[in-house]
Every structure is written in structure tokens, then in C-alpha cells.
């Protein structure tokens, strides 16, 4: 008997098979929840202190002693972080963590195509999985309200509902591996300067109506696992820990089970961190550099600290049982999941991936006189100028800085596309940021050239002047005060001259192109004056192969703009009546804060707008195609009655042009009467439908009377006014093409 129990318990340890040996916290068969409790009853407080923060700099230790895993954590959201030192920021050397680096999530958020997000998560949710990571830190999703953050680059644009729509497949996407996602970075965090201090000051309703629905919708409907809060206060308190946040609408409201995980370096005290619900802390080096590299983790403030506060009767061990349930059910969601599929790094299908969806979220801003697409048959000769045609951006930025496996510039791209058919000529116009390192990862590239300003840009009109097609290749680039972490942009103009440079080319040769790449909004003061205009973000890996299809025509544009594309500041609701960055104030505790009204209220992007009957560069929601498409008029039921749950709304949509090609149509609602102020227009639906040249759709929309509500405060609840309700559907928020009133019940 004895031998035939020992053979069963090998074979559970050499294959995981259940027997009934098997501790209940192991066994897989078992309800998650009772393998929790299982697991809680055996640890000791030392050990439940352990496996609430970091033992490395990404890591968290498990509990050895049971055999519950450790869990290691990766940036994100873009590709998969490469392996650093244990105990530092410098990389760890390793041959094999280079990844396939995908889109910036503002290019994902601009194929307005939740099954490219879907996608998106899926392949990079294998890329984790193949590390054998257990949590990607990401997607983000602070909402962009003003063009100057650092990192918008790695959001998905200002509108409430197009983040929902985006993150949810997102973080489908990426646990269908095993991998949670870590939504980040929770709540408010729309700035990086003053990132540690800056404390937005904003109403209940503005934080029910913009900052918090796509968290809502990552944490129910795409049942995150994690969630990493930010940097900055709110009312008083530091995200990371914040009680409103996090208890209150978080894990009560939202009654969200999942482990909430500090950003790097977010925590600043114990007892906040205790009672905020804080579940696990990382990035501290609390003491790190005064008492030494061995035993900083010890030294976090959910470390020892916290232990001995609960020894002395400071702290409760339930709040402490609650963070270590959150970690075991993260824990066996992921890294002691033995159902998870195995991942892969680097596969043909994460490349096709990573340039279709790239190719779907270029957005065509701008085409006069048809000078896009390339068209060899009347462009021989085309100029390609501009540092961005040549430099690799996938290193920099900040923590979203990857090792990619490949990275083809777009020079390279519209080279490998169309060398042999065209003749292509390259100027570097201008001299931005030679340099191609960071972290210890370096793109391999020396841009140095150390010609004057004077000197390029007479090489580069040279080369634009007899060419038959010009294309300037610029924008932004991942250094400090651009798309990048931890600073904010200072203006919203392009730097290193570029718009001088732009209007001398366009004078040069009017067939011009201007390709910008940047992960947010730039003044275009040149806008009337250069013909064709391509909003091409950071594409990643596949960079050059997807604006390259772009460009020919081999995908016909379909991207639309995922936030508003503002003149200048003044068009901007958080310049223009909101404190940005804030000012200095001291907090309840004496420490330095930046408070920051967010006196624009609800009216972010083209909200304000929109109130305010300003014309911006471009709308929200704006992007053309290589064909044309014309709206019949929507119809919709006249009466919302009071029995129904919804109601349909249908437009037909005719591709009018010759080229096969993608349409996303937009609604919006609006309520006539209210008695609160509400925004002219809300994004509440929206379609991409493929049509053939000559072939109509009838596009369908359903509406419930979630989407006709407002937040309010006072009832702390949302409220839809029966009344009457226009929907207006559109090629974007500045293009309505056909309006439908009913009235709802
Ligand atoms: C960033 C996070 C990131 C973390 C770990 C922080 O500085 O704000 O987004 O996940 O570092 O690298």
C-alpha cells in the first residue's frame, strides 16, 4: 500500500496528475477560490509577508517552501521587455529576449478594430508566455488630454468608449495565454511631469464619464488580473494606494478580484499602502541604497515594516490575508496554470501581425490631387528625406524600450517595396537624435552626421527638386521631452526645425508627403501647404513593410485618428481652463504636491471642441482612404419605449470609389435637452466594415440607455432623462453625415 501511495505521489510530482495525495492548492480540479483558502492556511505571516512585493526588480518570490510559484512580471505594452540585472536597471545580457516589437498602442487604438486588439494581445500575450512571464505590464490607458504627455504614445486615445471597445480584446487577448494583464496605470496618470506629485483635482462625474470607463471595462468585461495604479495623488493619496480607487470603485463597485500591483517605486508609506489596497509592491529601493542591494526588498515598505507592524498590533492580519488571496489567485491564474498554452517568440505570425495591424492604424490625414499612392507608372523618381526614414525607434521611451529581433525603417520598407520598380533618393533634411541606446539595448544605428542645418537642407532640396514624388519622413523620436516616459513634451511644435524644413520642400517640389511619426498630436502650421499627410506612429518591428503597404496602396488606409488633432494648446480643455502641470501646493502630510484642477471638467478633446466651436487640424475620428464613401440616412425607431432594453440604429454605407476599402462608421449621441450641461456629441458606437468598389452596407448600431446617460454625482449613480436623443453618424466627430431623432422613454 505504502509503495503504491509513493508511486501515485511521484507520478503527481513528475506529470502534475491529481491524486488524492494531491494538496487541495495544487489540484487544478478544484475550485480556485478553495485552492486559496487551502494555500493561505499553510503559509506562515513571514511567508505571506514575502509574496506581497518584489524580490527583484521584476520578480516576486511565491512561497518556496510550498512550491507556489514565483511571478515574474514584464513591460509592456508593446512587446516584451528584455531581461535586466536582478537588482538593477542595466540589461542582464541575455541572447535570447529580443521580441517582436508591436505598434504603439495609440496605432492600435487607431484601427478602431477591437479583433486587431483581440489580435494585438493574443500575440503578445504568447511572447510573454514564452518568456514565462506571468503578468505583461499592460495595456495603458490614461486617457490623452493634452498632446503634451510623454507617454501618450503608449495609450489609446481621449475617448472613453474607444478605450473600452480596444482594452477589453486587448486583455482577452493576452490571458487566453496565462499571462494576466496589467492595466496601467490607475487612475488619473495624464501627465509625466511632476508624475511623482502631480495631484489632479477632479469632480466625481468627470472621473465617472472620462478617466474611468475604459478601467471598468478592462477590470468587468475583460476580467484583468491585474492592475498597476499610478504615480500621481488623488484627492490626497498616491494611486498606487488610493482608497477611493482602489477599494472603493475598484474592488467594491466593480467588486474586481484581481491583485493590484504598485507602479515602480509608487509606494511612500507603510500604513497607506496597508489600508489603500495596495495588493503587491514593486520598484521601492526603499533603503536599497543606503542599506545595501542584499537587503533592500526586505526594507520595502510591505516588507519588514509591515511584518512587525502586524507583530505589534499595528496592522490586522485580514487586510493582509486579502493582498495574499489576490496574489495566490494571480498566481494560479498564471504561473501555476498547467492548462496554458506554451507561447511562441518571434513567429511568422507575429510579425504578419504586428504589420497588418500597424497597416490598419496609419492614418491617411490628408490626400489632395490623389498624390498618394505611390504609383510607379508616374513616380520614378521619389525623394525620401528625413532622419525618422532611417532611425530605429523601438529602444527608448522609457520602460516600453524593447530589444526587437528585427526593426525595418521605413526607408528600408519603401525600399524593399519598391527598389527595383522606382528610383529612390535619400536626404537626411535634418539632424535630430543620432544617439540609439538605451538601457543597455542599442539599435546598433551611429546617425551622427555633423553637417550644418544649412548644408542638409540644401542636399535635401536638391534631391526633392527633380523628383516626381517627395516624401518627408518626421516627427517625433523617443528622447527626453518627446514620446518618451518620465518628461512632457514642451510645445506642441516639431523639433529640430522641422517646419521650417517642411514649408522649404514644399516650395521646392509640391508634390510632397509628409509622414509623421510620433505617438501624439504636433502643431502643422504647414498643413495647407503640403498636399498629402500620414499620421504614421511607432510601428514597431514591421515598421517600414507596413507604412510601405500603406504608401503603394497595397493596404488602402483605414485608420482613424483616436484623438483630436488640435491646432495649438488654446484648443486644448486642460490649457486652456485646466491648471497644467499645476501648481505647487503642500499636502495634508507637508510634502510638495502639484495640484492640478481639471477645471475642463468632462470636456476633454472633442468634448471641448466640439462646446466650444473650434476647428481642429484634425477631427477625432478622422482618417480617409483611397476610395470614397457616402452615407444613406440613418433610421431609427421614433420611440425609445419604456419596455425595451435598446434599439437599433441603421445606416447605409456605399464604397463610391474603385478600390476596395475599410469604413469606420462612427455614431455619436446627443441629448437635446438635459438639465445638466452635456457634451454637443459622445462617441457611443461605432462599425469597420469592408466594402467592395460600388457595394453598400447597411451598418447597424444598437443603443441602450447606458449610452444616453450622464453620471450624476449627487445620486452617485447614472441617469438617463427620458426625452428626446439625436444620434449622428459619421466618417469622424467633424464629419457627420446623417442625423436620426427619438425620443426615449
Ligand atoms: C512605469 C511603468 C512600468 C514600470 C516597470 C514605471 O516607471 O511607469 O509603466 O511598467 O516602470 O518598468
Redesign the pocket.
Given at each position: 500500500m505504502k509503495r503504491i501511495i509513493a508511486a501515485a505521489t511521484l507520478g503527481f510530482l513528475l506529470t502534475g496528475a491529481v491524486n488524492a495525495e494531491t494538496p487541495v492548492y495544487l489540484d487544478e480540479t478544484k475550485p480556485l477560490e478553495e485552492r486559496v483558502e487551502d494555500a493561505l492556511s499553510r503559509m506562515t505571516l513571514r511567508e505571506k509577508i514575502n509574496i506581497i512585493h518584489a524580490q527583484s526588480k521584476f520578480s516576486a518570490p511565491g512561497v518556496p517552501r510550498l512550491g507556489i510559484a514565483e511571478l515574474w512580471t514584464t513591460?509592456?505594452p508593446m512587446g516584451v521587455r528584455p531581461e535586466v540585472l536582478w537588482d538593477e536597471w542595466e540589461q542582464a545580457g541575455w541572447t535570447n529576449d529580443s521580441c517582436t516589437a508591436f505598434p504603439s498602442l495609440t496605432a492600435l487604438a487607431a484601427t478602431w478594430d477591437p479583433e486587431m486588439a483581440l489580435l494585438y494581445g493574443k500575440s503578445i500575450g504568447e511572447e510573454a508566455r514564452f518568456r514565462n512571464k506571468s503578468v505583461l505590464?499592460g495595456p495603458?490607458i490614461n486617457v490623452y488630454r493634452t498632446p503634451l504627455n510623454g507617454r501618450n504614445f503608449e495609450y489609446m486615445g481621449e475617448d472613453p468608449y474607444l478605450i473600452s471597445q480596444m482594452v477589453v480584446p486587448y486583455v482577452q487577448g493576452v490571458q487566453s495565454n496565462g499571462v494576466a494583464a496589467c492595466v496601467?496605470?490607475f487612475a488619473l496618470n495624464n501627465n509625466e511631469i511632476n508624475r511623482h506629485t502631480s495631484n489632479p483635482i477632479v469632480d466625481d462625474r468627470t472621473l465617472y464619464e472620462i478617466y474611468l470607463p475604459g478601467f471598468k471595462a478592462a477590470a468587468t468585461e475583460g476580467e484583468a488580473w491585474s492592475f498597476?495604479g499610478g504615480?500621481n495623488l488623488f484627492r490626497g493619496e498616491h494611486a498606487s494606494y488610493n482608497p477611493i480607487l482602489m477599494n472603493q470603485i475598484l474592488k467594491g463597485e466593480w467588486d474586481w478580484d484581481g491583485a493590484v500591483i504598485s507602479?515602480?517605486?509608487a509606494v511612500h508609506d507603510t500604513k497607506t499602502a496597508v489600508s489603500g489596497g495596495l495588493d503587491m509592491e514593486f520598484?521601492s529601493w526603499t533603503d536599497g541604497l543606503s542599506n545595501g542591494a542584499s537587503n533592500a526588498y526586505d526594507n520595502y515598505f510591505l516588507a519588514q515594516p509591515y511584518l512587525e507592524g502586524i507583530q505589534n498590533g499595528t496592522y490586522s492580519e485580514d487586510e493582509l490575508n486579502d493582498k495574499v488571496r489576490r496574489v495566490l489567485r494571480l498566481t494560479f491564474r498564471t504561473a501555476m496554470n498547467r492548462n496554458k498554452p506554451w507561447g511562441s517568440m518571434g513567429s511568422d505570425e507575429h510579425i504578419a501581425a504586428a504589420r497588418q495591424i500597424g497597416g490598419e492604424g496609419v492614418v491617411l490625414l490628408k490626400n489632395e490631387n490623389q498624390t498618394l499612392p505611390i504609383n510607379p507608372a508616374k513616380h520614378k523618381k521619389v525623394a525620401v528625406i528625413g532622419e525618422n526614414a532611417i532611425k530605429k525607434m523601438t529602444v527608448g521611451g522609457?520602460?516600453s524600450s524593447l530589444k526587437a529581433r528585427h526593426e525595418i525603417t521605413p526607408l528600408d520598407g519603401i525600399k524593399n517595396r519598391l527598389g527595383e520598380e522606382v528610383e529612390i533618393v535619400y536626404a537626411r533634411g535634418y539632424v535630430g537624435d543620432p544617439s540609439g541606446e538605451y538601457n543597455g539595448v542599442s539599435t546598433g544605428q551611429d546617425l551622427t552626421d555633423n553637417r550644418t542645418p544649412e548644408e542638409l537642407t540644401a542636399e535635401a532640396v536638391e534631391v526633392a527638386k527633380d523628383a516626381d514624388l517627395v516624401i518627408f519622413i518626421g516627427g517625433l523620436n523617443k528622447s527626453d521631452h518627446q514620446d518618451a516616459?518620465d518628461s512632457d513634451r514642451e510645445t506642441m511644435s516639431l523639433p529640430y526645425n522641422q517646419d521650417e524644413l517642411i514649408e522649404t520642400l514644399a516650395a521646392a517640389n509640391p508634390n510632397l508627403v509628409m509622414v509623421n511619426i510620433s505617438g501624439t498630436g504636433v502643431a502643422m502650421p504647414w498643413v495647407n501647404k503640403v498636399p498629402a499627410i500620414v499620421q504614421g506612429w511607432y510601428l514597431g518591428s514591421e515598421t517600414g513593410n507596413a507604412l510601405a503597404d500603406v504608401l503603394t496602396g497595397d493596404v488602402n488606409p483605414s485608420g482613424k485618428l483616436p484623438y483630436t488633432y488640435y491646432a495649438s494648446l488654446d484648443q486644448v480643455g486642460a490649457h486652456k481652463l485646466g491648471e497644467y502641470p499645476g501648481h505647487k501646493s503642500v499636502d495634508a502630510l507637508g510634502n510638495e504636491v502639484y495640484d492640478m484642477p481639471y477645471n475642463e471638467g468632462i470636456f476633454v478633446g472633442y468634448r471641448f471642441t466640439d462646446k466650444n466651436k473650434l476647428t481642429p487640424t484634425f477631427p477625432f475620428g478622422h482618417g480617409l482612404s483611397y476610395t470614397t464613401f457616402a452615407y444613406g440616412d440613418a433610421t431609427a425607431p421614433k420611440i425609445f419605449a419604456k419596455g425595451d432594453d435598446k434599439i437599433e440604429v441603421v445606416v447605409p454605407v456605399t464604397n463610391t470609389g474603385d478600390r476596395k476599402g475599410k469604413e469606420t462608421v462612427q455614431l455619436y449621441v446627443r441629448d437635446v435637452k438635459s438639465s445638466v450641461e452635456r457634451p454637443v456629441k459622445e462617441l457611443k458606437s461605432f462599425k469597420k466594415v469592408e466594402l467592395n468598389p460600388g457595394e453598400t452596407k447597411d451598418v447597424k448600431f444598437e443603443l441602450d440607455r447606458s449610452d444616453l446617460s450622464y453620471f450624476d454625482a449627487d445620486k452617485h449613480d447614472w441617469v438617463m432623462e427620458p426625452g428626446e436623443f439625436e444620434v449622428l453618424i459619421g466618417a469622424s466627430a467633424g464629419d457627420i453625415r446623417s442625423k436620426a431623432k427619438f425620443k426615449a422613454e
Open positions: 513591460d509592456g505590464l495603458g496601467k496605470h498597476m504615480y507602479d515602480w517605486g520598484g522609457g520602460s516616459e
